[in-house]
């Protein structure tokens, strides 16, 4: 079997200059899916002629994973992260059906006053969006710690604009129901929770446990990217929150999972990334799904093959991180 990691690209500089030459898109440039049903385009995110990806179209359904450290964004000050954030919120709304849905993954800072979820939330009220819930998505893997709680929860922001389409027929989990308790009283009965609904299956609630987050053994796991999102939270959201041949977009693709998502749900999407290196494994892993049906890339990476014909690349990446690539 390969053991053919790529390590963090966004922490090795070297490693991007040495990528770069073997990605598609430059900044500015779009790929149009050949089949017709995505693009993928090297754009920020706040740049106002997005919009012209759309061709006079609308979206259904948004979903953005801004990198909300603001360590990955180098921006210290929540002050300036909101006033950015704002931007791409507003670029959010004008490319959005006046009946949608938008999901935003964001983290707070525990250590610093959570920040910077309040000024994020408190933006969000002028924004145009209405506020529906705060979803929670627990990880089974959280970092520890001996002098605080264990870290293990990643924060969803579900907001929408008019009056979208949720479809709870497809919010059922895949864990059995199993808790027993009375829940209520029927002509002198009490009746048991697990005769609540004819399903056997829990309905998710705003805390999603049974989705499991991305790491190297997964299947789904793609190489070299550090917020990647386990893919079956994008379905369920994507399920829930548009309907088949929907628009979908996303500002912050990164690893390609909303993309991804989308394709196998028979949905359109558009995915924006501002480096060319990301934009590059979104569309290699999507051509790599239609290809093979495998999701990631667990014992290698990406950019195998280029690596692999690359002595220059070959040796920098045995220097350093010891990667040979063999079997």
């Known amino acids: 079997m390969k053991n053919f990691p ?4 966004d922490k ?11 990605c598609r898109l430059q900044p500015g440039e779009v790929w149009d899916d050949p089949e017709g049903n ?3 385009g090297c754009l920020d995110a706040t740049d106002i002629s997005i919009e012209k990806l759309l061709n006079n179209a609308k979206a259904k359904l948004a979903v953005h994973d801004p990198p909300y450290n603001m360590i990955a964004f180098k921006q210290q000050d929540p002050v300036n992260f909101t006033n950015w954030c704002k931007l791409w919120i507003d670029n959010t709304y004008k490319m959005l059906d006046e009946n949608s849905s938008l999901y935003v993954w964001l983290g707070a800072d525990q250590k610093n006053h959570f920040e910077p979820f309040g000024e994020f939330i408190l933006m969000m009220k002028n924004s145009g969006f209405d506020s529906k819930s705060f979803i929670t998505m627990r990880n089974q893997r959280g970092y520890g710690t001996q002098k605080n709680w264990m870290a293990i929860r990643q ?3 579900y907001y929408t604009k008019g009056n979208p389409v949720f479809n709870s027929e497809n919010v059922y989990t895949d864990i059995p129901k199993a808790v027993k308790g009375y829940y209520k009283e029927i002509n002198g009965n009490r009746t048991e929770n697990l005769e609540r609904s004819k399903s056997d299956k829990i309905r998710a609630g705003n805390v999603w446990i049974d989705i499991q987050q991305v790491f190297h053994l997964r299947e789904e796991n793609v190489n070299g990217c550090f917020v990647q999102k386990p893919i079956k ?9 548009s ?5 979908v977009l996303d500002f ?3 690893s390609g999972t909303t993309t991804l998502a989308a394709e196998k749900l028979k949905r359109k999407s558009i995915s924006i990334d501002i480096e060319p290196i990301y934009c590059e494994i979104i569309i290699k892993r999507l051509e790599r799904f239609r290809k093979t049906g495998k999701l990631g890339w667990q014992n290698s990476n990406p950019f195998e093959n280029e690596i692999t014909n690359c002595k220059e690349l070959k040796t920098y990446l045995f220097d350093k991180y010891k990667i040979t690539g063999k079997k």
């Open 243 to 247: 309907n088949k041949n929907d628009l």
């Open 252 to 254: 912050f693709a990164h």
């Open 38 to 40: 995505h693009k993928i």
């Open 233 to 241: 939270a994008l379905e369920r959201i994507i399920e829930v929150s």
């Open 12 to 22: 090795d500089p070297e490693l991007k200059n040495f990528l770069l030459p073997y």
């Open 6 to 9: 790529l390590p963090r690209i």
């Open 155 to 157: 924060e969803l922001l």
